[in-house]
């Protein structure tokens, strides 16, 4: 990219103003951390109903309230749409978005299953725009910190990853446990750990995955090993039935990282040496929740000329539903197909 496309990029991307479609739960938590980002703004909220939003727009000042999705990503004010729908809904959404030409951030999991990441991944290049899953536990500070010690070669070559995430979910909840509606702890939880092993081991060559199903067919405890070329070993397990420590430990041949208490969260962690035992507690302060970090690298990325983040690339988002897809497959996880959702 020559400099002057990248001056010019930067001029347009001064400041990057969001376009919220799904304004859920998880959406009020991403608009509230953006507020820690002087260089973001959501500029407007959609709804499937009309007039529906309006408290979340008042809630976040947005300026912009749409009756419709189809109106957040044809709104010219909108740089960037978030997805935040319900997981069987991203697709249809995110494609909305990539087809008026915005970049787009989806949430997790991108899609229900790798063959729709594939379609979304291959939309966005056609349309020559930026596309991420919003991991967001890939950005959190310490986990940049974790790479950088993984990278310095501090705990040596990683031999086995742990991770977990169990949480329990009850009557406020209860698409998790309807099949039709993405249910399940794998998709809803167990993608977290699951894509920290990932990040760390890439692709496993081998899986081996064991649940319980509920009566409905969803996975309410899911466990999982996976093995990689390199001979390491990641073994992570999910459930929706109770709350686990959901703590992450990688261990290396000189040394290793323990995560507590919870690794997909900002938190701090502790480096210890193999033979010695010595321990190096790296404390990360952090404020707000955590959700900004993922914005911050679209912004990053946008005013780079990028359509991917390096950080989570889209192939990566692909195998790591390339790894659920074969979990689901031995697990009996089936979900039925992708119907069309109202724009
Ligand atoms: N990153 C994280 O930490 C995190 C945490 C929680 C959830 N998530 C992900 O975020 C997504 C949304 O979760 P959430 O808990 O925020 O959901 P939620 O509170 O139920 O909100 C989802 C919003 O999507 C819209 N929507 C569109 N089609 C819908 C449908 N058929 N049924 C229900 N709502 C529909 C609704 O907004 P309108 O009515 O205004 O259109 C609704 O308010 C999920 O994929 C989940 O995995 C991520």
Known sequence: MNSDLTSATRDRYKTIRWGVIGAGGIAAEFCSDLAHLPDHAVV????????????????????HRHDSYADVVNDPDVDVVYVATPHPHHFDAAMLAIEAGKAVLVEKPFTMN????????????ARGTFLMEAMWTRFLPHIVRIREVIESGRIGDIITVTAEFGEQFGDESPRAFILDEGGGALLDIGIYPISFSAMLLGQPSEIIASADLSDGGVDVTTSVILRHESGAHAI?????????????????TLGRIEIEPEFFRPTSFTVVTAGTGERERIEIPHVGNGLRHQAAEVGR???????????????????????IDEVGRQIGLHYPPRTPSAP
Do not use: Y
């Not at 790798?114 to 290049?125: F, G, K, M, N, Y």
């Open 44 to 63: 407007a909220v959609g709804a499937r109903k009309s007039g529906t939003n309006t408290e979340f727009a008042d809630r976040f000042n947005i300026p």
């Open 114 to 125: 790798a063959a729709d990441s594939r379609l979304l991944a291959e939309a966005a290049r």
């Open 236 to 252: 992570v397990n999910t459930t929706m039935l109770a709350g686990t420590p959901n703590g992450a430990n990688v261990t290396g």
């Open 301 to 323: 990325c946008l005013r780079l000329g990028l359509t991917e983040s390096p950080i989570l690339p889209l192939a990566q988002t692909i195998s790591i539903l390339e790894t």
